[in-house]
C-alpha cells in the first residue's frame, strides 16, 4: 500500500500541481488511514470497503479529533480512492457515501491594531536575526501571504522600486503590493543581515534560519510565538494570525472583498466574506455600546 500512496502523492505534486502544504496534508492524513488498515489486517486498498471506511471516520471522531480534521481526512481518502479507480487499481470505490461532518464556522482569531503594532515593534535590535525577523513580520502583515509562502519567497520574487512581491502557491502565482514599513524592513535586511545569515551565496531564498537553511513553519510559528509573549498578547497566535488580522483590518478600513480576495488568493470569495461578517459584528458591537438607545 505504501507504494501506491507514494505514486498518489507524486501525482499529487507532479500532475496535480498541488501545494507543498497541501501535499503534506494528503499524505499525513492516507498515512494514518493506511496504519489503520494494517492494524485491522487489510493489506491492500481493493479491500477495502464502504463499511471499514466508516468505522474508521467513527475511530478518528471516538479519538477525538475535530470536525474540520475529519472532513480533511475524508476529502483526502475521496481524493485517493478516486486516483485508484481511475488507474484501474481497484474495481469500485468505497468511498462515495462518505460524508463530512457538518463543521461549525468560527470567527478566526484576529489581533487589534494596537497588538500588531506592538509585535512588529518588538525585534528592535541591530543583530542580523531581529532585523530579519522584523523584515518578516512587516512582510507577512503588509502582505497577508500565508508563513508557508513567506518562507519560500526567493529574491527575485521581491520588487522593492515597485514595492511589491510575486507570491507562488503550487501552479498558481500572485501579485501583492506592500507599504512603506515593509519596505523599510526589507531594504535594511537587505543591506547586509541577510548575508551574514545565509553564507552560500547561490541560495536564492529570500528568508532563511539561523542555519542559513530554509526555515519551516514551526520554526517561524517559535519566532512569532516568542514575540507574542514580549509584546503581552494574551491571544493565541498562530501563523495564519497576522493573515487573518490583514484581511480584517483592510475590510474594517473599507477595502472591497474582490481586491482582499485576489491578495489572499482565496479561490471562492465566500471564504473572503467571513472578514467582511467580522467588520459587520463589530460595527454592531460598537453601536450598541455607544448609541444612546442601543
Known sequence: MENILNGFITY?????????NTVLSYN????????YLKVNKID???????????????????DGFKSATISRNIASIKAL??????????????????????????????????????????????????????????LLYATGIRVSELISLDLEDVNLSMSYINCHDGNKSRTIPFGKEAKTALVNYLDGSRNAIVDDKSSTLLFANCSGQKMSRQGFWKLIKHYAKK??????????????????HLVENGADLRSVQEM????????????????HSHIREVYNRAHPRG
Open 12 to 20: 499529487l505534486h507532479n500532475v496535480k500541481k498541488k501545494s507543498e
Open 28 to 35: 499525513r492524513d492516507l498515512t494514518k488511514l493506511v496504519n
Open 44 to 62: 491492500s486498498f481493493d479491500k477495502v470497503t464502504e463499511e471499514v471506511l466508516d468505522k474508521y471516520i467513527k475511530s478518528l471522531t471516538e
Open 81 to 138: 480512492f478516486h486516483y485508484l479507480a481511475n488507474e484501474d487499481k481497484i474495481e469500485s470505490d468505497p468511498s462515495t457515501k462518505l460524508k463530512a461532518p457538518k463543521i461549525e464556522k468560527k470567527m478566526p482569531e484576529i489581533l487589534t491594531m494596537n497588538e500588531v503594532v506592538s509585535l512588529l515593534e518588538q525585534p528592535s535590535g541591530d543583530s542580523p536575526k531581529e532585523i530579519r525577523d522584523k523584515a518578516m513580520l512587516e
Open 231 to 248: 509584546a503581552g498578547i494574551e491571544v493565541d497566535i498562530t501563523p495564519h494570525t497576522l493573515r487573518h488580522s490583514f484581511a480584517a
Open 264 to 279: 489572499l488568493g482565496h479561490s471562492d470569495i465566500s471564504t473572503t466574506q467571513i472578514y467582511a461578517n467580522m467588520s
